[in-house]
């Protein structure tokens, strides 16, 4: 089980430069827990939005990563967050906090020149993210912002910008005693907050655990979709065609999916190292790709049955008919599975280490969906008619006795 049924970490981290996700996975290569014994298990990443479209379209600023070996416990998350924090910053890749190098200055009130009550200002550096060719940040836009929420603002100047970060200098108006101006940090922390359309620096704007309960209850959930979808096909399949169809398909898609899931088990114990197979949300989407993928499949051979019963006579024998109608839906079963598993495939190879899983069963599922519809589902029928046989003629006999 992956991190969305385990429970598990979740932050967000701000990066100073677009980068690949690629290269932040290298970047986490050895990355260690909190007693240094192994790596995270399970390290998940998503880019959050793209800044990288003229570079490729693979580049970002901002990562959602995720654990499933810390847990749930705070301090558990906090140790992610203080890895991942100590190796980006190795890297000089981690973004900078929204307000940073605060001080507090003195100065002599100019309109005494003896004897001066002094003055008190403070002073900040503020930095801002800019993205790519986004010139909006400016120094008015950034005291009119900060103004608007009611912090006493005197001045507002731009002092450098490195890799996409702007500094700016903020200094307050003066006040009366240095602990006044000190406690002017928090009030211009909150003001931040309230700042639209600036993005200001922060290096982790999210982070959290994803707890146990949470994560059961996704379990609880993905049984009843799983268990709704099967209803809905046989409720289906019965009125499109008859019940005994719809109980061929169930068998036959209830062997796709615990095929599937075998798979994937296999797969990571045998490929753990290579590729990223923990069962996850996206997995379960899979699972329900597969389940629509041989359903449609199935339901082709089986309205072909349908057909050549309509035109045999009543003394046919079924087995036959069924035999015919694969025969005759052979070629686009296997052509449609064929071009359909390359896609996959590639999709596996090139997809990233996000869509392994994914991907991987899918694989898994279109050739164990495409057998099942020929191999399973059809013999099921088979067996159900005979079973249906058996009883029409037992009560036939049962008739005659009493007759």
Known sequence: MGIDFTGGTKLVVNLTQPTSERELRNTFKG?????????FEDLQMQSLYDQGQSAGGDLATRYSLKTKTLGSGTEE????????????DEKGLLAPNAIENVRVLDQVDEADVVGAAKKYVFVADLNAMRGEGDEGVTA?????AILATGFPVAAVTEEKESSGIVTFEVRSEAQDDSTTALALQGVLTQSLKDVKGID???PFPEYGSISGKVAQDMQGKTFVAL????????????????????????????????FTLGAMAVGDYLLGDMLNLKINLPVVAALLTVVGYSLNDTIVIF????????????DANYNDIVNKSINQTLSRTLLTSLTTF????????????GLQAFSFALCAGIIVGTYSSIFVASPALVHFQEKARIRREQSL???????
């Open 31 to 39: 990355l260690a827990t909190g007693d240094g014994a192994s790596q």
């Open 77 to 88: 998350t906090e140790a992610f967050k203080d890895e991942v924090e100590s190796v980006l």
């Open 140 to 144: 008015s836009k950034v005291e009119e």
């Open 200 to 202: 200001f620096s922060e």
């Open 227 to 258: 268990m709704i979808s099967f209803l809905a096909i046989i409720f289906y399949i019965s009125i499109r065609f008859e019940l005994r169809f719809g109980m061929a398909a169930i068998v036959a898609l209830v062997h796709d999916i615990l």
């Open 303 to 314: 309205d072909r049955i349908r057909e050549n019963l309509v035109d045999t006579r009543r």
């Open 342 to 353: 390359l896609v996959v495939v590639i999709l596996l190879i090139f997809g990233g280490e």
């Open 397 to 403: 006999a049962e008739a005659a006795l009493k007759g």
